[in-house]
Structures are given as C-alpha cells and as structure tokens.
C-alpha cells in the first residue's frame, strides 16, 4: 500500500504565504509525476502544478509567478510554496504523484486526504 500525508493548510491573510508539503511512504519502486489540485465551494476540482520526476514543472495560470512546486526525492517529499495569496486561491488543495509499486510494478495514481487553506482578512 501507498499512502500519502499532506500538511501545512490554514488560515492567511491576502498577500501572506503558506508552504504545503506532501510526504509519499508504502512500498514504492519510483515515484514519477506529483502535482497539486485544488477544488473550492462550488467548484470542479482543478490542476494547479505539477513536477516530473528530474523537476520540470508546469503551473495554471492563474498561480504562475505566485506559486513554486519542488521535491526532494531523497525524502519522498514534494512541496508547494504558495506566494502573494489572493481570497480566490482559498480551496481544499489535494496531493498526487504517479507510483509504481515494488511488487508487480503496478502503476497508478495517490491522493492525498486534502488540507484546507483559507485566505481571508
């Protein structure tokens, strides 16, 4: 089994900064793609980066120039520094990565539980 623990969720004020992190653990041969989502009141769940296995990245739109997402591969640990919050950013955000497991080489895609961030003054 494969599990991934988020935290690092809470409340900011605009214009303050948060750094969710995501720690993978389970019977992992390689993890390849992670990325983050986020799903606010109301609304479809949505990609907002996502990071490949040597570090290329891709970021949404509305959170290029604002948002970092890394990893430490040493550590099973990816990261998303979120800069300059706005009230809209406000959402559950959900981890992800791509596992192949050591047994079998099965892969498929983990969800983390969600941690809420709220950006409010």
């Known amino acids: 089994q494969v599990q991934l623990v988020e935290s690092g969720g809470g409340l900011v004020q605009p214009g303050g900064s948060l750094r969710l992190s995501c720690v993978a653990s389970g019977n992992i041969f390689r993890i390849n793609a992670m990325g983050w989502h986020r799903q606010a009141p109301g609304k479809e769940r949505e990609l907002v980066a996502t990071i490949t296995s040597d570090g290329g990245t891709s970021y949404a739109d509305s959170v290029k120039g604002r948002f970092q997402i890394s990893r430490d591969n040493a550590k099973n640990t990816m990261y998303l520094q979120m800069n300059s919050l706005k009230a809209d950013d406000t959402a559950v955000y959900y981890c992800?990565?791509?596992?192949?497991?050591?047994?079998?080489?099965?892969?498929?895609?983990?969800w983390g539980q969600g941690t809420q961030v709220t950006v409010s003054s």
């Open positions: 992800n990565a791509d596992v192949t497991r050591t047994l079998g080489f099965i892969t498929r895609t983990y």
